[in-house]
């Protein structure tokens, strides 16, 4: 089995979002041989931010010296980006000899699993292959019933923002989505949790007094933002000053969370030097979250997907750009909240350069684009991602500044295009 055709027979399988359950995964993973069991993870579940903490984190682990592994989604360009070891995305030839052995597995099952449950047992070898001292383990979606959650006590759960999703799966109450979040959450771990909507903290609350789990919570009164460029920016928390790679005030909370996280890593035996973090954090990167991609004229990239990440980007954008308006490429997922997605960008945009994501979940560029343009707005629809971004960074040539979001789905074929395009830029 080659890398290409390991990634071809996982996402042959389908999300199956719908078959949210751990049964099948813990089945594949006992034909595996239980390899998670000789693991040690950090397991973060959330609505937003979770991505970022989980890059926060594998970075100051690595400073600090561990062999770690890092479990995200999606990809942004490569399918080899969501399992990495040492900072350093898998290699096509490890995926596939891990990929070879889950399809054996799996094709031995009657019920066959899920592109996200084969996805998380190639990992769990490779990991364990690796010999990974951590795991920094993002959930894909819920938490409870998510297939990450077939793994044993974590040495920490961590809750960063909820807000509503999927709430076809999670439930139709931050409560609800809450209460799915906090089933990564067992006897014998300490939990953190960011302190977000009161109700959240909450159902938190309640879940780790329920199953005995310590718990810190990530109280932001504490947190003190400093100055932001576009080189990064500097915060301070609990008397100590930090210097933080990612842009976006939202940024600082998430990194409140990792300090909280590292805390309970430390009451765990985790030797996490204060060097470290302090290196983890001025050197962690984390692509399409407020990514710049050009200077002059300004061009960054953000595959925030919902009115959450809209209001983050929006503030940040306030800030740096100091009064001008930017060309949107934009593209949106159909299921999406993409009206308030977008009203809250029309203030800051000069005009939205439309594209449709890759998902079958998409809305069509020049159905956004009519939208937009009923709404008294300036957009107009693109068909190929070259054509948007060419015509898009034309206009910042004018304006000063473009913005691509709207999509992880979209900010990957940005991102390509942009490096084929624009090379050594």
Sequence with gaps: ??????????????????????????????????????????????????????????????????????????????FCERIRVDGENVSGEALARATERVRAAAEAMADHPSQFELSTAAAMLCFAGARCDLVVLEVGMGGALDSTNAIDCPEAAVITNVGLEHTEYLGATLEEIAATKAG????????????????????????????????????????????????????????????????????????????????????????????????????????????????????????????????????????????????FLLGVLADKDYPRMTELLTPLASEFFCLTPLSGRALAADELARYLTARGAKARAFDSVDEGLSAALDAAERTGAAVAFGSLYLAGAVREAYQRLFPGN
């Design 184 to 327: 990564i959450i067992k006897p014998g771990c300490r939990a953190v949790c960011y302190d977000g909507a009161p109700e959240v903290t909450a159902v938190v609350r309640r879940v780790c007094a329920e199953r005995n789990v310590p718990l810190r919570v990530a109280s932001f009164d504490r947190l003190a933002p400093g100055p932001e460029t576009l080189d990064g920016q500097r915060f301070a928390w609990e008397g100590r000053t930090y210097r933080l790679a990612l842009l976006g005030r939202h940024q600082l909370r998430n990194a409140a969370t990792v300090l909280e996280t590292v805390a309970v890593l430390r009451e765990r035996g985790w030797r996490v030097p204060e060097s470290a973090v302090e290196r983890g954090l001025a050197e962690v990167r984390w692509p399409a979250r407020l990514e710049v991609l050009r200077r002059a004229p300004l061009f960054l990239l953000d595959g925030g997907h919902n009115p959450q990440c809209a209001e983050a980007l929006a503030a940040s954008l306030e800030r740096l750009l100091d009064g001008r308006k930017a060309a």
């Design 1 to 78: 089995m080659t890398a290409q055709e390991a990634v071809a027979y996982i996402e042959h399988s389908g999300w199956s979002a719908t078959r949210l359950g751990l049964e099948r995964t813990r089945e594949l993973l006992r034909r595996l041989g239980d390899p998670q069991k000789r693991l040690k993870f950090i397991h973060v579940a959330g609505s937003n931010g979770k991505g970022s903490t989980c890059a926060m984190l594998d970075a100051i682990l690595r400073a600090a010296g561990y062999h770690t592994g890092l479990y995200t989604s999606p990809h942004i360009q490569d």
